[in-house]
């Protein structure tokens, strides 16, 4: 009959064999992502976008485009139901909301630190180190799909799902902090689009307002 002991260091060692197996299985995942994400250098698709609140009620519906260039420089073009476009050129973030006439302009890096949209468009992205990775059984053999989860104290979203078939990013789902659930799905696929130089670069219509939060951080930063 074994002591009490014996029992106690058997369950214990299960325990660690456990925890090790699951740390193993998440690197993997964590790894094979990484490898998905790095064959991204550069994307074009058509979107659809629906965001929903923590009652699972419909707040919004669009659609359009997204063209995207590593590193960080993308283009998100709404042409249904409003006009919006938000561009990123490298050091900035444009967001061009047609129906008010109306830019706001923000440094890059600042817009995009602890958001899912760092993970596409950054030039390198440790996911080993940074996230929580797990593979996720999909219905159909030729998908994958991983749940991803920040490991930064200041994430802005709770829970990320990214979908590929195949080398293709067919979808993403983002929950925020609030219970705000974002799902993008992407169809007509293009990963090796042509851009032509100083494509997403983005220029100030004439007699629209712009609020450049730039300014407001570069005098933050000034102050003592």
Do not use: C
Request: charged share 30%.
């Amino acid at each position: 009959m074994k002591t009490l002991f014996e029992q106690a260091v058997r369950i214990l060692t299960l325990g660690i064999s456990l925890l090790v197996a699951s740390l193993n299985v998440q690197a993997d995942a964590a790894h094979k992502l990484q490898e998905k994400l790095q064959n991204i250098n550069t994307y074009k698709a058509a979107f659809t976008q629906e965001i929903r609140d923590e009652f699972n009620t419909v707040l919004d519906r669009s659609s359009g485009s997204f063209e995207l260039q590593r590193p960080k420089q993308f283009r998100w073009v709404v042409s249904d139901p409003y006009e919006q476009e938000i561009v990123a050129d490298g050091e900035s973030l444009w967001q061009f909301d047609r129906d008010i006439e109306q830019i706001n302009v923000s440094g890059l890096d600042e817009s995009l630190e602890t958001t899912p949209a760092a993970i596409l468009t950054k030039e390198q992205v440790d996911i080993v180190d940074n996230y929580n990775v797990a593979e996720i059984a999909s219905e159909t053999e030729d998908s994958l799909l991983f749940q991803l989860s920040s490991k930064a104290d200041d994430a802005l979203f709770e829970r990320l799902l990214i979908e590929f078939k195949g080398d293709d990013l067919v979808a993403l789902q983002v929950n925020d902090n609030l219970g705000q659930s974002t799902l993008i799905e992407f169809s007509e696929v293009n990963l090796e689009p042509e851009f032509e130089e100083g494509h997403f670069s983005f220029e100030i219509p004439e007699g629209v307002d712009v609020i450049d939060n730039r300014e407001k951080v570069a005098d933050n930063a000034d102050k003592p």
